[in-house]
């Protein structure tokens, strides 16, 4: 089978990532089918705080990069950050598949159970995550959003701490439980650092709806539309939201960051 190669967005650096990318990179080392590889990529400045403008400012390095990966031959790209910053931007920059974790979690969890909820970092992202469900025509089954309290760059430290595991499930659990006792059927949790951190909860479940990790699914997704592009050209559309530009568009984006 022809090579796969995969180019994974995540929205902190190397610098600032701690052990969090080694961590990230063997298990998608794991995960993969035999002759994918996938490269992680970071962004400077990292995002360290939970709010729109962070997430503004890192969408468009976000789209950039998708734009490099392209150039550099890459066969797909896939954001592995929950919020899904620039995402449609991204699709309409680039001609190859661009797979982000928040959706491919959302449509995949509907396969699961009729009634989903989140379980985000931050209650910052709780506006952010309403504005998402609703972007994918999902309010009516994406239906309760709740939140812990870290910021992007605190919950690192659970991946070496001893007890961190435990206590980020303690928490999380603490604010699923209300969600399955309303009637969610099935939970995702919202953010890419905490779903690596539960791939080490084997069969995750709160009183049998199961906790959706979904890297996996990105990565597996991700797989698919590259080998669907393949094997029958299918690819997005390109009669509204992800219209291309034409290339010097493209190319005044990449080259003038500050709109000067």
């Not at 298990?27 to 993969?32: F, G, M, N, T, Y």
């Not at 994918?136 to 992007?152: D, I, K, N, Q, S």
């Amino acid at each position: 089978m022809e090579p796969i190669r995969i180019a994974y967005q995540s929205f902190v650096d190397a610098e600032h990532a701690g052990t969090y990318w080694e961590h990230l990179q063997a298990h998608l080392d794991k995960i993969v089918d035999p002759g994918t590889t996938v490269d992680i990529k970071g962004i400077t400045p990292h995002d360290s705080y939970a709010h729109a403008l962070s997430e503004f400012r890192c969408a468009r390095e976000m789209i950039c990069n998708a734009v490099t990966a392209e150039r550099e031959g890459y066969d797909a790209f896939a954001m592995g950050h929950f919020q899904d910053p620039g995402l449609y931007e991204a699709r309409a920059a680039v001609d190859i598949p661009v797979l982000s974790l928040g959706e491919a979690s959302m449509l995949y969890a509907c396969q699961l159970g009729h009634q989903i909820g989140i379980v985000t970092i931050n209650p910052r992202y709780i506006s952010w995550f309403h504005h998402q469900i609703g972007k994918y025509g999902l309010r009516e089954r994406v239906t309760g959003v709740h939140a812990m309290t870290f910021e992007p760059g605190q919950i690192l430290a659970a991946f070496d701490r001893e007890g961190g595991l435990e206590e980020v499930v303690a928490l999380f659990e603490e604010q699923g439980r209300p969600l399955v006792e309303r009637g969610v059927d099935v939970l995702i949790t919202g953010g890419g650092i905490p779903m690596l951190l539960f791939s080490r909860v084997h069969n995750h479940n709160i009183d049998g709806a199961p906790v959706i990790n979904g890297i996996p699914i990105l990565v597996k997704m991700t797989e698919m539309a590259v080998k669907l592009r393949r094997l029958t050209g299918l690819n997005v559309s390109r009669t509204s939201d992800f219209a291309q530009p034409p290339p010097e568009v493209i190319e005044e984006f990449m080259t003038n960051p500050k709109g000067l």
